[in-house]
């Protein structure tokens, strides 16, 4: 039986307190984690915003946008690698309607 794959999309918030090349490596590291484990369909850099609310007494983060396709499982490995690295203020995949 073939693997079913399915369509996701994610935003990372990463902190603006790292340095350019530091938030340029957070931003590499999910690329390349994504693509390990699937199939990157488009990765939108939308670079530094205000937030909404402070997260962690900061106001600003830098947004970086994926759309990919992988199998069920993995969505979750993501979250998990987003929460215990540092620099990630935010994230959220979310599974797209077919």
Known sequence: MAERIEKYETVMIINTKLSDEEIAAVSQKFQTLISDNGTIETVEEWGKRRLAYPIEDETEGYYVFIEFASAPEFPAEL??????????????VVAKVQ
Request: glycine share 8%.
């Open 79 to 92: 979250a998990r690698v987003y929460n215990i690295t540092d620099g990630i203020l935010r994230s959220l």
